[in-house]
């Protein structure tokens, strides 16, 4: 993919010199960790019954971890699509389209340099919730398993997010159509998935919803493993599934827009 | 100067949702080394044959060769060969002069020591070393629109595509924009193919040129073939009586010729200045007694006009664009 090297390098280079958003997506994890950590503590608190509502997770920091990492990476991974209706809007998408290179790897530069942004996010979150008092506690020390599962849920969660938007974006002209669809469906999509909330505090049909919203699937898996440690087979079966079912999800996805900017991405 | 560089045939365009031809059946022939220019109006689909012929816009009829490759089959081939600086600025303002140039440099694969190199030389020939390493947010329009002209030549082209170079900036600017285009020319051994709606710009700067309007070709030819017939100057003479007036009608350098009221006489001359001794000799000569004398040199509005204003958008196939067309004919003879 010629062309994605030089162009992943300029999204980074933007990133780092716009200081407001370099320190807002850097301070927008600890955010989230302390709002939900402080604000639902008292969950877990209850009584010892809390315990089984947050999975048994032994805090609940411990318990909304995977769902804030899930959320971090659908969220900057939702945005990147702007960056390619700007480009369009200023002219620099005129550029890359003259140059010999191939039109997926605008796309993708945009998608691999919001992967990077957030794995380094990821990095900082599991060491704010580590150092917080009362916060993350796993369950028998972090194994590697469990870190390649955090990863490859939050990688594929946001490889998810990010082809939907950058292939919304491939067609779109007008930055506020992009954050309308944004604004339209990302509440919505985070209420109706298990990340923030114990499936037990949902309505019925709320429930049912999260069990095929693909957010639930990316904060389960994580869940699963930082709370339980050692998995039962069942656990590692359920687990399996969900990871299963964002593989497939997201290399569709993938290749979808692969194929789509490829054959064309609008002026 | 012989070599054919592009070529087109019957390259047409329809924009989808549109149903007007933006280029219609467009035949052009550029050779290797020349400057040449593709003058016309707003609209007049200079922007859009630039597109198809740098592969950007696909044709919806027709054929072009560019450096040898077809447009369609092998676009890809055709994007590595030439240069393109589009009407609208496209570099990146987050990113400093020389940082665009060395991006571009690598969507060409330019061995990054050797666009190093490239890049401190086209910096160095548009003077802005100095704000190379500013971002680009921070350049004039005048720098902006210069570092536009070397982000086109990172990947030393064979052919570069300059699509109205000198937009919106102010008359020291644009001359000394065309300077640098000049310059280029001479020291970067590139074919340019340069649109613009100003004839002095072409005037000053390309060898060949073609004047389009409705995607139609309606002339082309050397600049001086076409300055000859452009440049036509008025000479408006009265005289005593009306066979007098007649007679100057047998005037043997004059491109046209024109009743202008009673006894009075429009004669259009390539150039006033060398043919009016011309003229006094042969009223002399024929003593024929003159009363008014004026001359009129036309502005390059009307010149411009006469192509593309008057003779096919006002009256349609009227006679003064028939007339003019006739008058080339002529004048190629
Ligand atoms: N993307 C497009 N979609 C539909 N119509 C278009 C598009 N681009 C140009 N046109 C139309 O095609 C015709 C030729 O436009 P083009 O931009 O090629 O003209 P131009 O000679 O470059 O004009 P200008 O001097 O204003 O730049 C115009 O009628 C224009 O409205
Ligand atoms: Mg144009």
Do not use: C
């Amino acid at each position: 993919m010629s062309g994605l090297l030089p162009l992943t390098s300029r999204e980074f280079k933007k990133w780092y010199r716009n200081p407001i958003s370099l320190v807002t997506g850097l301070i927008q994890p600890f955010f989230w960790i302390a709002l939900f950590g402080s604000a639902f503590a008292g969950l877990a608190d209850l009584s010892g019954a809390s315990n089984s509502i947050i999975e048994g997770a032994p805090n609940y920091i411990t318990f909304i971890l995977g769902g804030v990492l899930t959320i971090t990476g659908l969220f900057t991974a939702m945005f990147t699509g702007v960056n390619l209706i700007f480009d369009r809007r200023l002219g620099t998408l005129g550029r890359f389209l003259i140059a010999p290179i191939k039109r997926s790897s605008i796309v993708f530069s945009k998608i691999f340099s919001a992967i990077a942004r957030i794995i380094i996010q990821v990095a900082i979150l599991i060491g704010a919730a580590l150092v917080l008092p009362d916060g993350l506690r796993f369950a028998h020390g972090f194994t590697l398993f469990d870190v390649g599962v955090l990863i490859a849920a939050v990688l594929m969660i946001s490889f998810i997010f990010a082809s939907i938007f950058n292939l919304i974006a491939i067609r779109i002209t007008q930055p506020n159509s992009l954050f309308g669809i944004l604004n339209l469906i990302n509440l919505p999509l985070l209420f109706t998935s298990t990340a923030m909330f114990p499936p037990d505090l949902m309505a019925g049909w709320i429930r049912t919803v999260a069990k095929y919203n693909p957010v639930s699937w990316s904060a389960d898996s994580i869940r699963t493993v930082i709370i339980n440690g050692s998995l039962t087979s069942s656990q590692m079966s359920q687990l399996g599934i969900w990871l299963l079912a964002l593989f497939v999800l997201a290399v569709a996805l993938v290749l979808l827009t692969y194929f789509l900017s490829e054959k064309g991405i609008r002026e | 100067m012989t070599e054919t560089i592009i070529k087109t045939e019957n390259l047409t365009k329809t924009y989808s949702g549109s149903n007007v031809k933006a280029v219609d059946n467009l035949n052009i022939e550029i050779m290797k080394g020349e400057i040449y220019g593709l003058l016309g109006p707003n609209g007049a689909g200079k922007t859009t044959t630039i597109s198809m012929l740098s592969t950007r816009v696909a044709p919806s009829g027709g054929k072009a060769i560019v450096a040898g490759y077809d447009i369609i089959k092998d676009s890809l081939k055709v994007r590595k060969v030439i240069g393109v600086v589009p009407q609208d600025l496209t570099t990146d303002e987050d990113l400093s002069g020389y940082e665009n140039l060395m991006m571009v440099a690598s969507f060409y694969d330019v061995n990054k020591n050797k666009a190093k190199e490239k890049a401190a030389q086209l910096l160095r020939l548009v003077d802005l070393e100095e704000a190379a390493n500013k971002h680009v947010k921070t350049y004039s329009g005048g720098m902006r629109k210069r570092l536009e002209l070397i982000v086109g030549l990172i990947n030393e082209p064979e052919i570069l595509f300059l699509d109205e170079p000198t937009l919106g900036l102010d008359v020291q600017t644009r001359s000394q924009m065309w300077k640098y285009i000049r310059d280029i020319q001479e020291k970067l051994d590139v074919t340019i193919i340069l649109t613009s709606h100003y004839l002095d710009e072409i005037d000053a700067l390309s060898s060949r040129v073609t004047i389009i309007d409705h995607g139609k070709v309606l002339v082309t030819g050397t600049s001086e073939e076409l300055k000859a017939k452009l440049k036509g100057d008025i000479i408006m003479m009265t005289f005593k009586t009306q066979e007098e007036a007649e007679k100057i009608k047998e005037f043997p350098n004059l491109v046209d010729v024109k009743d202008n009221g009673p006894k009075s006489v429009r004669l259009k001359v390539q150039d006033s200045d060398r043919e009016l001794p011309n003229v006094i000799e042969f009223i002399s000569k024929n003593q024929l007694s003159l009363t008014r004398m004026t001359v009129q040199k036309p502005s390059l509005d009307d010149v411009f006009l006469e192509y593309t204003g008057k003779g096919i958008r006002d009256a349609e196939g009227g006679g003064e664009f028939r007339q003019t067309m006739f008058n080339m004919r002529r004048l190629r003879r």
